[in-house]
């Protein structure tokens, strides 16, 4: 059962520093989706692509967010100049019809 | 704008008594909703999804949710708890029919279950 992975599952990081996330969907999974997760709240909505188009961004996702998935395969989200405020689980999903499937998520501690 | 308020944050119930797990939405359409399980250090499971198809909605080890319209209410149920369902249980609003766009979650209901 090839599921959705996300590496690194967890990532210490200091103040300022750049930091880059992975997520591999289901084959053929032609939707995918991040949210972030904070202690003690349900995940909020990030961004979506709809293979390699990006779709739908949300106002959580400052300039410092990028995110990208090259050839509709695999994504990246990479948080620069990370601020203590970015500790949280980040969790990718992805879809091909209504049901979203997650991966474990990266928990990132900012320090 | 669609929404979802769960209406306990946390749940306890002994083992093999009934679990009610409470969600009131609101949507501007006919909404999909879902109910995810998040158990400690693993991802979000699907435990079930409506659709607007039938009402009464069966998932997952045993749980199932009605979708009452008048009531603007999904709420998650089992007949029996075991030890196994403690997690986090989430409500989900699709914000576009269908499920295709994003989730809207709620804070999130924590399940303990006593021996």
Not at chain 1, 60 to 68: I, M
Not at chain 2, 79 to 91: G, I, L, T, V
Request: aromatic share 12%; hydrophobic share 30%.
């Amino acid at each position: 059962d090839t599921g959705v992975s996300q590496d690194p599952r967890h990532k210490i990081t200091k103040r300022g520093q750049n930091v880059t996330f992975r997520c591999d969907p289901i084959s053929e999974h032609n939707r995918l989706y991040w949210y972030r997760q904070t202690l003690g709240q349900g995940p909020e909505f990030l961004t979506y692509f709809q293979n390699e188009a990006q779709l739908e961004k949300s106002r959580l996702l400052s300039d410092r967010f990028s995110a990208e998935r090259p050839k509709g395969s695999f994504s990246t989200l990479e948080i620069q100049r990370t601020e203590q405020g970015d500790s949280a689980m980040y969790l990718c999903a992805s879809s091909s019809k209504e049901t979203q499937y997650f991966g474990p998520g990266t928990r990132l501690l900012v320090l | 704008a669609q929404s979802v308020t769960q209406l306990d944050s946390h749940v306890s119930v002994s083992e093999g008594t009934p679990v009610l797990l409470r969600c009131n939405y609101s949507s501007s359409y006919s909404p999909s909703l879902f109910w995810y399980v998040q158990h400690p250090n693993k991802g979000l499971q699907l435990l079930l999804k409506y659709t607007s198809a039938a009402t009464l909605v069966k998932g997952i080890n045993g749980f199932e949710a009605e979708f009452k319209k008048s009531e603007t209410s999904f709420h998650l149920t089992k007949p029996s708890a075991h030890m196994s369902d403690a997690a986090e249980y989430f409500c989900v609003v699709s914000d576009l029919p269908g499920g295709y766009n994003k989730l809207i979650f709620g804070a999130g209901t924590r399940l303990a279950v006593h021996p």
